[in-house]
């Protein structure tokens, strides 16, 4: 069976160092990576984790579109 932590772990190190590089592209993982923890909320009862992914996505949206308008750093 495929792990989604394992997946949010490897989304979560890989858009950290991507952002952290100057590359939107780390903003565009971490909207997946919300996406995957709002997946991970839904399958384990533990709907916290959605309005904050939710948040972290419409964030992730905001600032890759401020990073793509001004050319990315």
Known sequence: MFRLDYLSCVLTISSTILVGRRRCE?????????????????RTDQLGFIPANVFCIVMSAINLHAWRKTGGA
Do not use: D, K
């Open 26 to 42: 780390g903003w565009a993982l971490a909207g997946v990576n919300s996406v995957v923890v709002c997946i991970i909320g839904l």
